[in-house]
């Protein structure tokens, strides 16, 4: 199918993108990188009468740490979190674990990571991540910019709490301190489909004890979760690491919190591969294992610079 017929406009400037938003009426729709809106204009479940093209827009090209956040401007491409080094500390490990995930390469050196907080699908690797951290997302109106919290911007799958008026201009992530080990664990049909189910995980620990836990939930609602209860029966609890390979006693504080995950904070949705019996049990299983790749990684770290002090 083709598109219905559209106007198309490329801003120069954030202003000039949001003036062009203004004229609700026609129902426009932003083109950041493509990968979703253009499937769906060919499929015509979204017939837009104008497309906002904001690639010519320099300012949201930039990626910066501000105040002990990582600002990542509406331009910045999922590619760019492909090597961990790409971000200070623990939160470029976690990105870079999860950007391989997303889609295949082609894909991710257009995709934005703004982009999908405005499309806003429950298996987004990027928007479980922010619910988790407690990211921000920087919205730009007629009346200035709205820090929306993503634990309050996601409504449903592709409803969030941004106007149609207003452009994401940044999405704003927490850094990691070193004492936080990361980890992220995904499954799905096919290296090229949307995950049926995967967790992102940040652990903070002093002297071996579990001091923050933070827990998101891809596909497992109909919107991004971040795993509170999970995370509560985590604090306190030791962080005690398995070799890889070995099955989690039922009584470990991670098969626990899986449990507890799958139970308490998803409310899964069911697909085609995937009922939601099915998806509890993964999620269990997958909280497990990702708490203990962010054990693992923790140890690794404080281990590597233990090595560099001496
Ligand atoms: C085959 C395939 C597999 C995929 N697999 C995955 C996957 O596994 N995981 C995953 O997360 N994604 C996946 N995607 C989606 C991909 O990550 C998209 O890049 C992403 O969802 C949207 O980013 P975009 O920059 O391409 O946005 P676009 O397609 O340009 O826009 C998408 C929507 O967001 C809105 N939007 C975009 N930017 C802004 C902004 N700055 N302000 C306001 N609204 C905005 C648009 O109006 C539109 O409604 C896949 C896509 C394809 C085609």
Redesign the pocket.
């Known amino acids: 199918m083709k598109p219905a017929p559209f106007d198309y406009v490329a801003p120069r400037t954030v202003a000039e993108a949001v003036a062009a938003l203004g004229d609700t009426r026609r129902k426009a729709?932003?083109?950041?990188?493509?990968?979703?809106?253009?499937?769906e204009m060919h499929l015509q479940r979204?017939r837009p009468g104008l497309v906002v093209d904001?690639n010519r827009i320099p300012e949201l090209d930039r990626m910066s740490v501000e105040g002990g956040e990582l600002r990542v401007g509406?331009l910045i491409r999922?590619a760019a979190f492909e090597t961990a080094d790409a971000v200070p500390g623990p939160l470029g490990t976690l990105l870079s674990r999860a950007v391989v995930?997303?889609?295949h390469p082609p894909?991710r050196s257009?995709?934005?990571l703004?982009?999908?907080f405005?499309?806003a699908?429950p298996?987004?690797?990027?928007c479980a991540i922010g619910v988790a951290l407690d990211a921000t997302v920087e919205v730009t109106g007629h009346d200035g910019v709205r820090a929306l919290a993503a634990g309050e911007y996601f409504l449903g799958p592709h409803r969030t709490a941004?106007r149609p008026e207003e452009?994401?201009t940044a999405v704003r992530l927490p850094l990691l301190g070193e004492r936080t080990g990361v980890g992220f664990v995904e499954h799905r049909r096919t290296h090229?489909c949307?995950?049926q189910v995967a967790v992102a995980a940040a652990l903070t620990v002093h002297d071996g004890v579990i001091g923050d836990a933070r827990i998101g939930l891809v596909n497992c609602a109909d919107r991004p979760v971040r795993a509170r209860a999970a995370e509560r029966t985590l604090l306190g609890a030791e962080c005690d690491a398995l070799p890889a390979g070995r099955r989690l006693p039922d009584d470990h504080p991670f098969a626990r919190a899986g449990r507890v995950a799958a139970v308490q904070d998803a409310a899964p949705v069911a697909e085609p591969y995937a009922d939601v019996e099915y998806k509890r049990q993964a999620i269990a299983v997958l909280v497990g294992r990702t708490l203990c790749e962010a054990a693992t990684d923790l140890r690794a770290r404080l281990a590597a610079r233990e090595r560099d002090d001496r």
């Open positions: 729709q932003v083109l950041a990188g493509g990968q979703s809106l253009i499937l979204i904001i509406a999922h995930n997303i889609a894909i257009r995709g934005t703004a982009g999908s405005g499309w699908h298996a987004s690797e990027w941004r452009l994401i090229f949307f995950a």
